[in-house]
């Protein structure tokens, strides 16, 4: 078997602009703007942002030069990179790999945008750091596979991020081969996430993930001044794989590599909730514009998965139904469903709806269940499938690839209503589409400079004798 850190570390470090084929540069770019979008509405919108800056100006993390998107606030590079990445992963409409089951972007482009910002590279050289950054991250996760790693209680965006963030920090920071593998060593010892935010709706799930934007950042950077990492961080018999999952497969980190693109497998959410929930919602929007479907016409509801859809989203079951917060409404299978059933539709503003009466009634109605035909379509893709009864009788529908996913893609003009639907209301339209042309525009772009100077929202100004 090859020397699995070694051939990725080589790989990263010689992975230049002119080496990528044009489409997987233009789905970087994409997947930058998708995600900057989620950062500038979750920096005025996610509830636990107040004590995420709070924080973070507390040890001391702002002051510096570095940009975080709709923060008029200047961060050093760590402080950005750590709040880029919380506040990217905090409304949980982020990108998402099927297979890896994990979010590459949020790890992986505020490391990249910190460093390039720091370095003064240029939008394509960012690009492909980009595309570095999320072929490590998914990769590693193939290698785990990730639902071993799901089973141990790990979460693998925040484990296997960190070591994204630092390749494409690694990659900014003109780090040879070398100086790779001890970014990925000193990687090894940073990866950390858990499950267990679970429990309780908390807000360690976006935290962890932040961590790894910076925990990458950190790991480039003390490799680049010297600093040794440990040996075969990836494969090795203490390395990441074995320790982080019983039976790892470290050959797939390299399979097909430089041929095959992880970055073009990875799908942009329709919906702010966790993905397995996706083709239900789907599925849910279709059925109650062909039925005419009401709530008070349902008697029941069914939403089958697969076995690691119910893990996050569909047990244990009573807690499930009553979602006390925006986390439980993220991992609730009844909630999402029935505000698909009862509106039509599934976003970030149906969140006010956790309270709502006719909501609550209708997501007690809803169970998940483990269903063979769709658990036979997982790992390929995250499909579901919603039966409903009524009074009348009863309505199913099967979605085997849920919107946004790599052959059910967004089109321009959804991923440009997703963006401005995000950002218009804290920067406003036209500030908006400037920022989106200067995001898409990257491959030609100079700097980053530009870029960032339109992720800072204009300060109301007031006139004298106002």
């Known amino acids: ?19 990528l084929p044009a489409p997987v540069l233009r789905r970087a770019a994409a997947l930058t703007l998708d995600l900057i979008g989620n950062m500038i509405r979750a920096r005025h919108d996610a509830e636990s942002t107040p004590a995420l800056i709070a924080a973070v100006r ?5 002051g510096g030069e570095a940009t975080v998107f709709g923060d008029a606030m200047r961060y050093t590079p760590a402080g950005a990179a750590l709040l880029n990445g919380a506040l990217a992963h905090s409304l949980d409409f982020d990108d998402t790999h099927a297979a890896g089951s994990l979010h590459p972007g949020a790890p992986v482009i505020p490391a990249a945008l910190a460093t390039a910002e720091l370095t003064g590279a240029s939008g394509a050289d960012t690009l492909a750091a980009i595309v570095a950054g999320y072929e490590v991250t998914c990769r590693i996760a193939l290698a785990l ?4 790693h799901y089973d141990r209680g790990f979460h693998p965006t925040a484990t296997c991020g960190a070591f994204g963030a630092a390749a494409a920090a690694g990659r900014l ?24 935010f679970l429990a309780n709706g908390a807000w360690t799930k976006r935290f962890q993930v932040g961590w790894s934007a910076m925990a990458g950042l950190v790991a480039a950077m003390l490799a680049r001044e010297g600093f040794r990492g440990a040996a075969e961080a990836i494969e090795g018999r203490h390395g990441f794989l074995r320790a982080y999952a ?27 909730s966790c993905r397995y929930g996706h083709a239900a919602i789907d599925a849910a929007i279709a059925l109650r514009a062909e039925h005419g479907l009401t709530p008070g016409t349902i008697e029941a509801v069914t939403v089958g998965l697969p076995a690691k859809g119910i893990l996050l989203i569909g047990a244990p079951h009573e807690q499930k139904v009553e979602p006390k917060n925006v986390v439980d409404g993220q991992f609730s299978g009844p909630f999402v469903v029935a505000v698909a059933l009862a509106t039509g539709q599934m976003g970030w503003d149906s969140y006010r709806l956790l309270d709502d009466p006719a909501v609550r009634a209708l997501a007690r109605k809803v169970r998940c269940v483990q269903d ?13 499938k919603v039966t409903v009864r009524t009074r009348a009788g009863e309505v199913a529908r099967k979605v085997v690839v849920p919107k946004g996913e790599p052959d059910n893609f967004l089109t321009d003009q959804e991923l440009a209503a997703k963006f401005h639907g995000l950002v218009d209301r804290v920067m406003g339209a036209e500030r908006a589409a400037a920022l989106a042309a200067a995001v898409l525009g990257l491959a030609s772009a100079p700097d ?3 870029l960032m100077r339109l992720a800072v929202p204009v300060p109301a100004m007031r006139l004298a004798g106002e």
């Open 1 to 19: 078997m090859a020397a699995v850190t070694t051939t990725l570390s080589a790989w990263v470090a010689g992975t230049t602009p002119s080496a």
């Open 58 to 62: 507390a040890l001391g993390l702002c």
């Open 145 to 148: 596979p990730a639902g071993d």
């Open 173 to 196: 920071l003109g780090l040879d081969a070398g100086a790779i593998a001890d970014a990925f060593g000193i990687a090894l010892s940073e990866a950390a996430g858990s499950l267990q």
């Open 246 to 272: 019983p039976s790892p497969a470290p050959a797939r980190v390299l399979d097909r590599l430089g041929e095959v693109f992880e970055t073009m497998n990875t799908a942009v959410k329709p919906y702010p």
């Open 372 to 384: 063979p035909e769709i658990e036979a379509e997982f790992p390929a893709n995250m499909s579901g």
């Open 448 to 450: 980053i400079a530009g």
